[in-house]
């Protein structure tokens, strides 16, 4: 191309002061950047200032002599506006497009129609006065860093070949492949800084910085598609570059999650002991230290992180200091992806709470269970909205299950009162939530994903959610059944359980063909289970009013719901006794011994995949050794 004639350059008087304004500004960032200012406030000013001196520039027709101090200001600007933000704006990205365009415009020709990436292409091409080279070339670099932010990183691996070429057409092309990139980046050779305009951040720091988040995006995306050698290769190249220590926190926990799935869960927790001896305040490692620790079987050290989790969430300790320098575009300005934001979520308080809770109930540690029952209850009286978290990555269930494992732990705790008290909660926020008739057809019903904060609210259900609401009424009754029991108020025991039966009648199953084995919905299973839990419930309860004969009605509505069920069988033989119906109970009792399922049969109900709010139930149903029994039968058999 040709330059323009130089008398429409501005006169070298203009051209020192816009330099010399420039570099004022430039100064006054490095007197501000240090420690004290909050990072927006202390570059909005400077910013400022930085884009009047733009305005002064390119207020004038574009000239080639202007073009390295406008290009130059340009660059910085951007930098400062992206230090302000603390992410990449597509406005930016718009003022780089116009720079280029300023470029063409200073040798007489036009590119508004061409793409950003065709753009760079005509500029970086046609262009090749040397003063031009540097300033292009500082500004490639931040479009490159504008593109990785984006995850366009095809777009910013053809600006650098192009980058690269314009340096050394010679040069032999970068290998192909998943690291072209980063062999690109590394092969850029930075350009000198000039001495007349200082830069706000040298495009030395943001080579490093593009190479540290390019290796850390790949690494991402290679550990999304189950490439883990590869992206555990990419992973450790971004840990060893160029940026904060709380995004080298991250990274490490990312490593730990490449291990993890590797198989290595020791290795895991070493770059999670990493992670947290670089920033002890990155939550997400203790989270994942959790993970990897349930994942070991070792619920002391499991329930110790989240402890330590669930402190650091109640504390609300202040920002840890980023030793990094002081840079304006840092790493983790370039990396926003749902991968990223996925392995690093940050839990929130209540669902700590949950989690320690669920794994203290589990292990059997009742005591510490209500506690963080308790606490997590506490947490939703101000309001569900700010206490529980409502995106679809939360590991908490739905509200009323939480309800009905804490009255489950209050149970265990020999608190019975109080969990008949958290049940009736249960039961009073489903009632206006089921129809009187539920028609269920038998056949598997496609999955629903349930809007967490519809969960108690009023409004039209669907069948598969009403279903729901009807396990966790009955489920509510049925623990109420239980509770009641314990404490001797048998009449109530019958009523609560009668309640559960009741409201149980309202699902009606029909066939609309020929019905397969295992049709049924995972809901309707459920309540299967909890009828036969109910029925045994009040069963026993009747056995202790005297009325046996309704006793053993139950049992037999038991035995038809769940054939050779071993609880329902045994307290069949024992009503059948009590009514002097002894041949039968004996007949009976003989069958159940000889059964090779009678031994485990009660363990292996109790190790189905039952929720584990019915864990307890399940445990109370279980018929009670009773010798005493055995004995009169055997003697009976011994005398007939």
Same mark, same amino acid.
């Given at each position: 191309?040709?330059?323009?004639?130089?008398?429409? !350059?501005?006169?070298?008087?203009?051209?020192?002061?816009?330099?010399?304004?420039?570099?004022?500004?430039?100064?006054?960032?490095?007197?501000?950047?240090?420690?004290?200012?909050?990072?927006?406030?202390?570059?909005?000013?400077?910013?400022?200032?930085?884009?009047?001196?733009?305005?002064?520039?390119?207020?004038?027709?574009?000239?080639?002599?202007?073009?390295? %101090?406008?290009?130059?200001?340009?660059?910085?600007?951007?930098?400062?506006?992206?230090?302000?933000?603390? $992410? *990449?704006?597509?406005?930016?990205?718009?003022?780089?497009?116009?720079?280029?365009?300023?470029?063409?415009?200073?040798?007489?020709?036009?590119?508004?129609?061409?793409?950003?990436?065709?753009?760079?292409?005509?500029? #970086?091409?046609?262009?090749?006065?040397?003063?031009?080279?540097?300033?292009?070339?500082?500004?490639?670099?931040?479009?490159?860093?504008?593109?990785?932010?984006? =995850?366009?990183?095809?777009?910013?691996?053809?600006?650098?070949?192009?980058?690269?070429? *314009?340096?050394?057409?010679?040069?032999?092309?970068?290998?192909?492949?998943?690291?072209?990139?980063?062999?690109?980046?590394?092969?850029?050779?930075?350009?000198?800084?000039?001495?007349?305009?200082?830069?706000?951040?040298?495009?030395?720091?943001?080579?490093?910085?593009?190479?540290?988040?390019? *290796?850390?995006?790949?690494?991402?995306?290679?550990?999304?598609?189950? =490439?883990?050698?590869?992206?555990?290769?990419?992973?450790?190249?971004?840990?060893?570059?160029?940026?904060?220590?709380?995004?080298?926190?991250?990274?490490?926990? $990312?490593?730990?999650? $490449?291990?993890?799935?590797?198989?290595?869960?020791?290795?895991?927790?070493?770059?999670?002991?990493?992670?947290?001896?670089?920033?002890?305040?990155?939550?997400?490692?203790?989270?994942?230290?959790?993970?990897?620790?349930?994942?070991?079987?070792?619920?002391?050290?499991?329930?110790?992180?989240?402890?330590?989790?669930?402190?650091?969430?109640?504390?609300?300790?202040?920002?840890?200091?980023?030793?990094?320098?002081?840079?304006?575009?840092?790493?983790?300005?370039?990396?926003?992806?749902?991968?990223?934001?996925?392995?690093?979520?940050?839990?929130?308080?209540?669902?700590?709470?949950?989690?320690?809770?669920?794994?203290?109930?589990?292990?059997?540690?009742?005591?510490?269970?209500?506690?963080?029952?308790?606490?997590?209850?506490?947490?939703?009286?101000?309001?569900?909205?700010?206490?529980?978290?409502?995106?679809?990555?939360?590991?908490?269930?739905?509200?009323?299950?939480?309800?009905?494992?804490?009255?489950?732990?209050?149970?265990?705790?020999?608190?019975?009162?109080? !969990?008949? /008290?958290?049940?009736?909660?249960?039961?009073?926020? /489903?009632?206006?939530?089921?129809?009187?008739?539920?028609?269920?057809?038998?056949?598997?019903?496609?999955?629903? $994903?349930?809007?967490?904060?519809?969960?108690?609210?009023?409004?039209?259900?669907?069948?598969?959610?009403?279903?729901?609401?009807?396990?966790?009424?009955?489920?509510?009754?049925?623990?109420?059944?239980?509770?009641?029991?314990?404490?001797?108020?048998?009449?109530?025991?019958? /009523?609560?359980?009668?309640?559960?039966?009741?409201?149980?009648?309202?699902?009606? %199953?029909?066939?609309?063909?020929?019905?397969?084995?295992?049709?049924?919905?995972?809901?309707?299973?459920? %309540?299967?289970?909890?009828?036969?839990?109910?029925?045994?419930?009040?069963? /026993?309860?009747?056995?202790?009013?005297?009325?046996?004969?309704?006793?053993?009605?139950?049992?037999?509505?038991?035995?038809?719901?769940?054939?050779?069920?071993?609880?329902?069988?045994?307290?069949?033989?024992?009503?059948?006794?009590?009514?002097?119906?002894?041949?039968?109970?004996?007949?009976?009792?003989?069958? #159940?011994?000889?059964?090779?399922?009678?031994?485990?049969?009660?363990?292996?109900?109790?190790?189905?995949?039952?929720?584990?709010?019915?864990?307890?139930?399940?445990?109370?149903?279980?018929?009670?050794?009773?010798?005493?029994?055995?004995?009169?039968?055997?003697?009976?058999?011994?005398?007939?």
């Amino acid at each position: 191309m040709k330059r323009r004639r130089d008398e429409e !350059a501005p006169e070298s008087g203009c051209l020192r002061a816009w330099a010399a304004e420039s570099e004022a500004v430039a100064r006054l960032w490095r007197v501000r950047r240090g420690p004290g200012a909050g990072g927006g406030g202390r570059v909005g000013s400077v910013l400022t200032q930085s884009i009047l001196v733009l305005a002064l520039i390119t207020g004038l027709p574009a000239a080639v002599a202007t073009l390295p %101090l406008e290009l130059t200001v340009l660059y910085n600007s951007l930098i400062f506006a992206m230090g302000a933000s603390d $992410c *990449a704006i597509n406005g930016e990205a718009e003022e780089i497009r116009q720079g280029l365009l300023r470029v063409l415009e200073a040798f007489g020709a036009a590119g508004q129609d061409l793409s950003t990436e065709k753009l760079w292409q005509k500029v #970086l091409q046609e262009v090749t006065v040397e003063e031009l080279q540097a300033p292009l070339h500082r500004l490639g670099a931040l479009q490159g860093a504008w593109w990785l932010a984006t =995850n366009r990183l095809g777009s910013i691996t053809g600006l650098f070949q192009l980058l690269s070429s *314009a340096e050394d057409p010679g040069r032999a092309p970068c290998r192909e492949g998943k690291t072209q990139l980063l062999s690109l980046l590394r092969a850029w050779k930075v350009p000198a800084e000039e001495a007349s305009v200082s830069l706000v951040q040298s495009a030395q720091d943001l080579k490093e910085i593009l190479c540290t988040a390019a *290796a850390f995006l790949q690494g991402l995306q290679e550990l999304e598609a189950g =490439n883990l050698s590869a992206a555990l290769s990419l992973l450790q190249e971004a840990a060893g570059g160029f940026c904060s220590k709380r995004f080298l926190a991250q990274i490490y926990t $990312c490593l730990s999650c $490449c291990a993890q799935r590797m198989g290595k869960p020791q290795t895991a927790l070493q770059h999670l002991k990493r992670a947290l001896q670089v920033d002890f305040q990155c939550l997400p490692a203790l989270s994942h230290a959790a993970a990897v620790y349930r994942e070991l079987g070792e619920v002391d050290a499991e329930l110790q992180a989240l402890a330590v989790l669930c402190e650091a969430l109640e504390g609300n300790p202040p920002a840890a200091v980023s030793s990094a320098p002081c840079c304006l575009i840092q790493t983790e300005h370039l990396v926003h992806t749902p991968a990223l934001a996925s392995l690093l979520r940050h839990r929130h308080l209540s669902e700590v709470k949950y989690l320690l809770a669920q794994r203290c109930l589990k292990d059997g540690r009742v005591a510490d269970a209500v506690e963080h029952y308790l606490d997590f209850l506490s947490l939703l009286q101000d309001g569900l909205q700010q206490q529980v978290p409502l995106d679809g990555g939360s590991s908490l269930p739905r509200l009323p299950e939480v309800f009905l494992e804490a009255a489950s732990a209050l149970q265990q705790a020999g608190r019975p009162l109080d !969990a008949v /008290t958290v049940c009736e909660e249960v039961v009073s926020r /489903t009632a206006d939530l089921i129809p009187q008739t539920l028609r269920v057809e038998e056949r598997p019903e496609q999955p629903e $994903c349930p809007c967490p904060e519809t969960q108690l609210a009023g409004g039209p259900l669907s069948q598969k959610e009403s279903l729901s609401c009807l396990v966790w009424r009955t489920a509510a009754y049925l623990h109420q059944g239980w509770a009641w029991a314990k404490l001797g108020e048998t009449k109530e025991a019958v /009523t609560r359980f009668s309640r559960c039966l009741g409201d149980l009648l309202r699902v009606q %199953l029909y066939q609309p063909g020929v019905k397969t084995a295992g049709s049924l919905l995972p809901e309707v299973k459920l %309540l299967q289970k909890i009828r036969l839990l109910s029925l045994i419930g009040r069963g /026993t309860q009747l056995l202790e009013l005297g009325k046996h004969r309704e006793a053993l009605l139950d049992f037999q509505y038991g035995l038809q719901i769940s054939p050779g069920d071993p609880a329902a069988a045994s307290y069949l033989v024992q009503a059948l006794w009590k009514l002097d119906r002894k041949q039968e109970a004996a007949t009976r009792w003989q069958k #159940l011994s000889e059964s090779p399922a009678e031994a485990d049969g009660q363990q292996e109900g109790l190790e189905r995949p039952y929720p584990l709010y019915l864990v307890s139930c399940l445990q109370q149903a279980a018929f009670p050794q009773n010798q005493s029994l055995a004995r009169d039968i055997q003697d009976y058999l011994q005398t007939t």
